[in-house]
């Protein structure tokens, strides 16, 4: 490089490439940190500050549940909350298939993708009239309590996806194995 090369930072400031006019930083307000500047007119001016990005996670678990003694027994049952149900699965499903779920005993067979194995497994989904929770029942214990080794303080997801018509399992932790 000959010594009238522009992109030199030998007086310790951004070359034209990188900072124009239009900048909010002026080529004179940009000095490199081993300048000595005392210049009074710098002091007290505004320091233009960077906002940290924040990345907002979008966590696809809509429904989340810490496995009873119950669920992992022979009860063959998961329970879910009406709340949880009705907010975020129900809203998403057609008349017809909303009426069954909640209006017959044997409430309607769902599939239910498991997003650790890749698998799909049927299940029936129910609305329990005592309690008004809902529940998968018919193969719950054998597609998922006994093929994952699911125990008692296992931490599950679920979701429902519209464009499959499906759930969506995932084991998000598993409880302390003796």
């Not at 505004?46 to 669920?71: F, G, H, M, R």
């Not at 975020?88 to 017809?96: A, Q």
């Not at 698998?119 to 029942?137: C, D, E, I, N, P």
Request: glycine residues 6%.
């Amino acid at each position: 490089m000959d010594d009238n090369d522009d992109n030199k930072h030998r007086d310790g400031q951004i070359p034209p490439p990188f900072l124009d006019n239009s900048s909010p930083l002026s080529q004179e307000g940009v000095h490199a940190p081993d300048q000595e500047q005392h210049d009074e007119r710098r002091f007290g001016q505004p320091v233009p500050v960077l906002e940290p990005t924040v990345l907002a996670y979008n966590d696809p678990w809509s429904i989340k549940k810490t496995l009873t003694k119950s669920e992992v027994n022979d009860l063959c049952r998961l329970m879910l909350k009406k709340t949880a149900v009705q907010e975020h699965i129900l809203g998403e499903w057609e008349e017809e298939r909303r009426r069954a779920v909640m209006e017959t005993q044997q409430g309607v067979r769902v599939d239910v993708w498991d997003a650790d194995t890749g698998t799909v497994h049927q299940v029936a989904f129910k609305r329990w009239k005592s309690s008004g929770s809902f529940v998968f029942t018919n193969n719950w214990v054998t597609r998922f309590v006994k093929r994952r080794g699911l125990k008692e303080g296992d931490k599950i997801g679920l979701r429902w996806d519209s464009q499959e018509s499906r759930f969506c399992f995932c084991v998000l932790s598993w409880a302390p194995r003796c």
